[in-house]
């Protein structure tokens, strides 16, 4: 089996566009409302983001070996893939020091607050499989993953080109505001992952809010996010903090919506769970493209 092959099971890559999506957002954000934007801050910050993602990543099918050692199992990557579990540890060491100096770096550049957010996400994203209660078998996985990725990431790609204003007032709650859709959206790819494994989620010790809403409210929820995505970007828009071109995302509403209908019909993640991911990166792709637009014309 090639390396390449073993480097994309393990590390997953095709999940990167998630954790990217994010810092286009607050690209958009920063040069948008705060009409500041650094070339390299912004190249160092999707640079860390992604390997630490990608970090994140390798570790969840590491500890997915752990639980199914000595188990013929899809979800036994490392197994699947002839991949030891030295070489995994090594990966997942070496990606996260890499995004750490370079997160470092970006600290000594433009202060602390990068720091303070680097290591909440840091700790998230090991305790979110790892640790004697991974938040992974909680019912907090998607709130944890939407905040993660979807608010820690616009934040930190905002400040990274705007730190040297004078005025950053409200900088937190604004940042709130422009995240919205992609913490809706993000979360979103956890929660329809989570229906469809909600049958054997409990054999696992996995709890996850769908154990407790059942099917019937996990999709609901489902369906309500989307909604809320999108009304996050009309109130970004009212208050100014995107550009109206980015509305243009509400023409993927019908698509959305087809998608939508489908995984609700047959949920299940072989077949439909795909339509989750089409969906959150229309809406943000969509986003951003109109926000970028508007940026350049």
Not at 15 to 29: E, I, K, N, R
Not at 243 to 272: A, D, M, Y
Request: contains cysteine; hydrophobic residues 50%; charged residues 10%.
């Amino acid at each position: 089996m090639s390396l390449f092959k073993k480097a994309n099971a393990l590390l997953q890559t095709k999940a990167v566009v998630t954790s990217f999506m994010p810092c286009l957002l607050g690209l958009l954000f920063a040069g948008n409302y705060y009409h500041s934007f650094h070339l390299f801050n912004s190249l160092m910050i999707v640079v860390s983001v992604v390997a630490f993602h990608l970090a994140v990543n390798a570790h969840n099918q590491y500890k997915d070996y752990e639980r199914f050692r000595g188990k013929d199992s899809n979800n036994n990557i490392l197994k699947n893939f002839q991949i030891t579990p030295a070489q995994a540890r090594t990966t997942i060491i070496g990606l996260a020091l890499f995004s750490m100096v370079i997160g470092l770096i970006l600290v000594y550049r433009t202060g602390l607050p990068v720091l303070w957010m680097g290591m909440l996400s840091f700790a998230v994203g090991y305790f979110y499989s790892g640790g004697p209660y991974p938040i992974s078998k909680t019912p907090f996985g998607e709130l944890f993953s939407g905040l993660t990725m979807g608010y820690n990431i616009t934040f930190l790609t905002t400040y990274v080109n705007m730190y040297q204003l004078i005025d950053i007032h409200g900088l937190w709650f604004k940042t709130l505001i422009v995240a919205i859709p992609a913490i809706f959206t993000i979360s979103n790819i956890m929660l329809a992952n989570n229906i469809a494994d909600r049958r054997e989620d409990p054999a696992l010790g996995r709890k996850t809010i769908v154990y407790y809403w059942g099917k019937k409210g996990g999709l609901l929820l489902w369906q309500v996010s989307f909604v809320i995505a999108y009304a996050g970007i009309l109130l970004a828009v009212i208050l100014g903090y995107l550009p109206v071109l980015t509305l243009l995302c509400l023409l993927t509403i019908p698509v959305v919506w087809r998608n939508t209908v489908r995984f609700s019909k047959h949920p299940k993640k072989e077949t439909t769970f795909l339509y989750a991911i089409i969906n959150a990166q229309l809406i943000l792709a969509a986003t951003v493209i109109g926000g970028g637009l508007a940026l350049i014309f």
